[in-house]
């Protein structure tokens, strides 16, 4: 049986220094079915690069765009044909085994529309950067670190659910091969809060789509002064509410696919704590010394009745309320019959139906 086509769509802007690596790793991958849609808005030279490659290798397909960067992701993914699509970011690369492992993962866990690899952090020459500070940035960094070694699906809402505790799940769209069918299912990536709205799309997934995780491959996200989140402050007041009004579409967006008892759960209680939460810390950041203190002394009489229970959960050395919410959202799905959310995603397991836990480490 012939392996299924890949839509390898590359968004195009101004990466001219980088897209010879970026396009290597992909002419390199051990899966061969794929097709590479490459829509570009440049006026560095890569449009050139573009048309080389095109003549090279009739698989290229190249398109001019209007500039924007989720007009340019949107347009790849309507043009796809393949039965998957991977966002090939132009200024990134992966493992030559990157699409193989993950196609094989979707392939054989028909119940899953997403699988998710590591990520390693590159600079502007390709070199890793070990101690980034973003590798503790996703939710399983706060949480359970070990899961993401391990193969294992996440079955929806759990992912989406994540995203409450304002942590990321996935550090780079490029951690993910996609199966088409989802953009059906819930629509195209949203551009109106600027680079930051890849959150929103993926937490509109993880509420309605299960995922495979498969640690033995990797993408990479290269950090250079010039990529599109360099410019974002992510401590800022501005930042913080395009968070909450992501997390609040999406929620909205996604209500009349979500078990009755898990909307009512959001309205019962998750959305409010969570989103006193997010404001709490989101304030905590913002402030040194001090001020810091002052600020956590006048929440203990503030009206946030969350911010108050967290800080006498810290005052009695308990984990920060991003530590703790995952395991308690696991429990709670469970509680409703809809677990367990994590379970083993070998494939050996899938087949015979095997559905165990895996419990934080």
């Not at 119940?111 to 996703?138: F, N, Q, V, Y």
């Not at 929103?200 to 950090?223: K, Q, S």
């Not at 040194?288 to 600020?295: D, H, V």
């Amino acid at each position: 049986m012939s392996a299924p086509l890949v839509s390898v769509c590359l968004p195009s802007f101004n990466t001219l220094p980088f897209l010879e690596e970026r396009v290597d790793t992909i002419l390199k991958q051990t899966h061969g079915n794929w097709e590479m849609l490459v829509v570009d808005s440049s006026d560095d030279g890569s449009w050139e690069f573009f048309e080389k490659l095109a003549r090279r290798d009739g698989r290229v397909s190249i398109a001019r765009a209007p500039r924007g960067l989720y007009e340019s992701w949107n347009t790849c993914i309507r043009r796809a044909q393949g039965k998957y699509v991977y966002i090939a970011t132009s200024d990134d690369t992966m493992a030559a085994d990157c699409l193989q492992k993950l196609t094989a993962a979707l392939e054989t866990n028909g119940d899953c529309d997403l699988a998710s690899c590591a990520l390693e952090a590159i600079d502007k020459d390709g070199r890793p950067l070990r101690e980034h500070g973003w590798r503790d940035a996703t939710v399983f960094g706060h949480w359970n670190p070990g899961l993401l070694k391990r193969q294992h699906v996440r079955r929806a809402p759990f992912d989406g659910l994540l995203h409450l505790t304002g942590c990321m799940v996935h550090l780079s769209v490029t951690q993910l091969l996609i199966r088409r069918s989802l953009f059906s299912r819930i629509g195209e990536f949203d551009g109106r809060w600027g680079s930051p709205g890849d959150r929103h799309w993926e937490m509109r997934a993880g509420l309605v789509a299960n995922t495979i995780h498969i640690p033995d491959t990797w993408a990479t996200w290269r950090v250079h002064a010039k990529n599109a989140t360099a410019a974002m402050s992510y401590c800022s007041a501005e930042y913080a509410g395009k968070i909450e009004q992501m997390l609040a579409d999406a929620v909205e967006k996604c209500r009349p696919d979500l078990p009755a008892q898990v909307v009512a759960g959001l309205e019962e209680s998750w959305l409010d704590t969570s989103r006193q939460m997010r404001s709490y810390y989101a304030s905590l950041r913002r402030l040194t010394g001090f001020r810091k203190r002052c600020y956590q002394l006048s929440q203990l009489f503030a009206s946030s009745q969350a911010a108050r229970l967290e800080l006498m959960h810290r005052l009695q050395g308990n984990p920060k309320w991003a530590s703790r919410a995952p395991g308690e959202i696991q429990t709670w799905l469970d509680t409703l019959g809809l677990g367990p959310v994590i379970r083993d995603g070998s494939a050996q397991a899938s087949a015979a139906g095997n559905h165990h836990s895996l419990v934080p480490a």
